[in-house]
C-alpha cells in the first residue's frame, strides 16, 4: 500500500506564504501523478494543483500564478508551496498520489489564512 504524510499546515496573514510537503512510502513503485486538493468549510474537494511523474502540472485557476507544485522523487515528496495567501485558501489540503490506477490520499493539513 501507498502512505502520504502532509506537513506544513498552520496559520499565516493574508500575503504570506507557506510551503506544504507530502511524503509517500510503501508500493510506491511507479507512482505517477501526485497533488493537492483542499476542502473548505461547507464545500465540496477541489483540485488545487497536480504533477505527473513527466512533471507536467495542472493548477486550479483561482491558484494559478501564486501556487508552485513540484516534487523531489529522491525524497519520494510532492511540495506545494503557497504565495500571496488569501482568506479565500482557506482550507484542508490533502496530498494526492495515483500508483498504478490505485488512487490514495493523505489525512489533510490545515491551512488558515488570517485576513
Known amino acids: 500500500q501507498v502512505q502520504l504524510v502532509e506537513s506544513g499546515g498552520g496559520l499565516v496573514q493574508a500575503g504570506g506564504s507557506l510551503s506544504l510537503s507530502c511524503v509517500a512510502s510503501g508500493s510506491i513503485f511507479r507512482i505517477d501523478t501526485m497533488g493537492w486538493y483542499r476542502q473548505a468549510p461547507g464545500k465540496q474537494r477541489e483540485l488545487v494543483a497536480t504533477?505527473?511523474?513527466?512533471?507536467?502540472?495542472n493548477y486550479a485557476e483561482s491558484v494559478k500564478d501564486r501556487f508552485t507544485v513540484s516534487r523531489d522523487n529522491a525524497k519520494n515528496t510532492v511540495y506545494l508551496q503557497m504565495n500571496g495567501l488569501k482568506f479565500d485558501d482557506t482550507a484542508v489540503y490533502y496530498c494526492y498520489g495515483r500508483v498504478v490506477g490505485n488512487n490514495y490520499w493523505g489525512q489533510g493539513t490545515q491551512v488558515t489564512v488570517s485576513s
Open positions: 504533477i505527473t511523474r513527466g512533471s507536467v502540472t
